[in-house]
């Protein structure tokens, strides 16, 4: 089949897309009012969305999506009818982005020229360093997103150098990925991340309970350089494998990939813990101890949004001193009639069913720990057809399921409360 690398790149940017709007579309369904929580209108100028709240947003951008996708789709149906020419093959893909990218700048307001700024203008915001600028939840979120496609940064230096090689055929050999480009490319999104923690840490008060949430949500972000660091040398080490003594290379990857696996499971750990913590604000209990004090004692899981009042620190406020453990036995034991929510999740909800917070919990657990299947030796995700592109595939799925539980995190700050069921 043929399905290069630089396809499988549009498709998981198609997909991440598509999966946006589908994002806004059933939130709006349930009620939800995305502009507010998301500070659309509070952007600068030529990006400010002041549009009402249900004029379908998400067909905007599922209209967009579907432009973007058909042009990739006529792509890649080209250049797999040219099997006969790689040469042509590759053109026929370097004209594809060309076309993409042209879609997304162009100035004149047509297709959507709201939507593509707001997208183009918060870029432009993750990218260049400001300590001063606002962090919008808007933003926040497309950041996150971007750590989910860092795989995709490295793929991108491949199909770069396969696009220069049409100019320049001697080029073409140094296309491998020697690990150290690869790596600096994977860390770009998790370094915008951690920059926006930085700018709101400075920006809180200090000392305070949001600066120390700020500081612990960086920790999470700056993790993962280790991870990606030990993953470059380990690669660079197994090329080299070929002019290596066999001996000598062994001692070298040994302690590498024991340092790896204690790197990657820390952050998958804490990274989980955030999200079900903080992004989501589950873990409540009815004594009012919560998995955020653990981290942050007694501190709120405040709103992103201004002028939206976070009440659940009040109905969650600490009734007693009580340990972790204990909290979570009294709240693992108690009747349910007893009960004013269901169990670890949070007095409000704006989803009825709580199982749906209960699976979320779940998979996110599971594909945030797809790298064990790197420790086995029955697993071999690198020889199997195209299976880094399905891990890719998994987290675009991960983070889909993730924004809908952040954006409804942040309408429960201050919406009705739902009868969970």
């Not at 064990?372 to 595939?393: C, H, P």
Request: with cysteine.
């Amino acid at each position: 089949m043929y399905f290069p690398v630089a396809f499988q790149v549009l498709f998981l940017a198609q997909l991440a897309a598509l999966g946006w709007g589908a994002n806004l579309r059933i939130l709006s369904n349930a009620g939800i009012e995305v502009r507010p929580m998301l500070q659309l209108s509070q952007l600068p100028t030529a990006h400010r969305d002041d549009g009402r709240p249900h004029d379908g947003l998400h067909r905007s951008v599922f209209r967009l999506a579907r432009v973007l996708a058909a042009v990739t789709a006529a792509g890649w149906l080209l250049a797999a009818l040219a099997a006969s020419s790689p040469t042509l093959q590759t053109w026929l893909a370097l004209l594809t982005y060309i076309a993409i990218v042209c879609l997304l700048v162009l100035p004149q307001r047509i297709l959507l020229h709201t939507v593509r700024m707001q997208f183009l203008g918060s870029l432009v915001r993750i990218v260049v360093p400001s300590m001063a600028s606002p962090v919008f939840l808007s933003d926040i979120i497309m950041a996150d997103i971007l750590t989910s496609c860092a795989r995709t940064f490295a793929d991108m230096r491949l199909v770069a150098c396969q696009f220069v090689s049409l100019a320049w055929p001697g080029e073409a050999s140094t296309c491998t990925d020697t690990g150290m480009l690869g790596a600096l490319l994977v860390a770009m999104p998790y370094a915008f991340r951690l920059r926006q923690c930085a700018n709101e840490y400075l920006n809180a008060p200090p000392a305070s309970a949001e600066a120390r949430r700020h500081f612990a949500n960086a920790v999470k972000y700056a993790s993962s350089f280790p991870v990606i660091c030990l993953s470059a040398i380990h690669r660079r080490a197994e090329i080299k494998a070929s002019t290596t003594d066999a001996k000598q290379l062994g001692w070298m990857l040994r302690p590498t990939f024991g340092l790896w696996v204690f790197a990657v499971a820390f952050n998958s750990l804490y990274s989980y813990y955030w999200d079900v913590a903080f992004d989501w604000n589950l873990g409540h209990t009815s004594s009012g101890w919560k998995l955020a004090d653990l981290v942050v004692p007694h501190a709120a899981t405040r709103s992103s949004s201004p002028g939206i009042v976070d009440e659940m620190a009040e109905l969650a406020a600490p009734r007693e001193l009580v340990t972790p453990a204990d909290a979570l036995a009294r709240d693992m034991y108690a009747p349910m009639a007893k009960r004013s929510f269901p169990r670890l999740l949070r007095p409000r909800l704006r989803f009825t069913r709580s199982w749906l917070y209960y699976a979320a919990m779940a998979i996110d657990f599971l594909l945030r720990i797809t790298w064990t299947m790197k420790l086995s030796s029955y697993i071999r995700i690198d020889q199997m057809a195209f299976g880094g592109f399905w891990l890719n595939v998994l987290e675009v799925y991960r983070r889909w399921q993730w924004t809908f539980l952040r954006i409804e995190k942040e309408a429960a700050a201050g919406g009705p409360v739902a009868i969970a069921r």
